[in-house]
């Protein structure tokens, strides 16, 4: 038998082979069995002895990895490494019964290999993938829309309490807005990358933390926790806006990764114990002085 003639029986069962999507070829038992010069009746008893009397064929097979329950379902399409081995087999192994056609076969394949084979005849191509998104990095909104959504939020505050805002936090929100500006004026004149921000503020606006006034994780104790556990992140001191007075808070370098990071630490830290006071109070963090103003 020539190469020409095997082309021939390529092209005849041409329409018995499928690849999918991802590049895994499969043909039927009859084309398989084509391949090899045996009947294809024959190919399939010897596979579906597999489960209880295993042919030559299926002992071969599954001493090659295939196991006896995958054999058997060989009957709706054999995957292209099962038609490579069943073709070694019948050119090499299968004793009396072994093919020169099969010897052909199993020659051509060598070269590229069966699934490559099956892609060419199919015209299979490897699909192009899409680059991922790269999801976007959240930003907080411009100082002029956070000043404005403010504004809109005291006033929306008063209608509702009738004018009558707890004067604590009125004030607080007066900070708040004095800072905004005064950060958003300093970025103004000085155009820089830098960020320096206090604890809360960093807990609050780059963290989603909410930092409560009182109780056992109090603004004041979070301040003392990173001054006292993590002294080396910074000892900056700005005058910033605090309940109406001006006074000096800590701030930090939240520009820096290394700082940031050790930010994140500190707070994480912080309102995962217990009782913070407890833990400043072991450490001798109020031995000598009372907590510093943070912000």
Same mark, same amino acid.
């Given at each position: ?121 199919? =015209?299979? @191509? %490897? ?7 790269? #999801? /976007?990095?959240? +930003? ?121 990071? =050790?930010? @994140? %630490? ?7 114990? #217990? /009782?913070?006071? +407890? ?17």
């Amino acid at each position: 038998m020539s190469q020409i003639e095997i082309a021939q029986i390529i092209e005849q069962i041409k329409q018995e082979i499928t690849v999918d999507s991802n590049g895994h070829g499969k043909a039927s038992i009859r084309a398989t069995a084509r391949l090899a010069d045996v009947q294809d009746s024959s190919l399939r008893r010897a596979l579906l002895s597999a489960a209880l009397e295993p042919s030559a064929l299926a002992q071969s097979l599954i001493q090659q990895g295939f196991s006896p329950a995958a054999l058997e379902t060989w009957n709706e399409g054999i995957p292209d490494m099962g038609v490579a081995a069943v073709i070694e087999y019948y050119a090499f192994d299968a004793g009396r019964h072994c093919k020169q056609q099969a010897r052909l076969v199993c020659k051509a394949f060598n070269r590229i290999g069966v699934r490559a084979w099956m892609q060419d005849i199919m =015209g299979w @191509t %490897k699909p192009t993938t899409q680059p991922q998104e790269q #999801p /976007s990095t959240p +930003a907080l909104p411009p100082v002029e829309q956070r000043l404005h959504t403010l504004v809109l939020a005291m006033k929306t505050l008063a209608e509702l309490t009738g004018g009558r805002l707890n004067p604590y936090m009125e004030q607080q929100f007066k900070d708040y807005a004095g800072n905004l500006l005064a950060e958003h004026n300093r970025k103004l004149l000085t155009p820089s990358e830098e960020r320096w921000l206090g604890v809360v503020n960093f807990a609050e606006s780059e963290l989603g933390k909410k930092v409560p006034l009182s109780g056992a994780h109090y603004r004041g104790h979070l301040g003392t926790w990173v001054r006292t556990f993590y002294p080396h992140l910074g000892d900056r001191q700005e005058t910033r806006l605090v309940n109406g007075v001006q006074q000096p808070i800590y701030v930090y370098a939240c520009h820096e990764p290394a700082v940031a990071a =050790g930010l @994140t %630490k500190a707070v994480e830290e912080f309102f995962a114990h #217990p /009782s913070p006071s +407890a833990a400043l109070k072991q450490a001798g963090a109020f031995a000598s002085k009372k907590a510093v103003v943070t912000a």
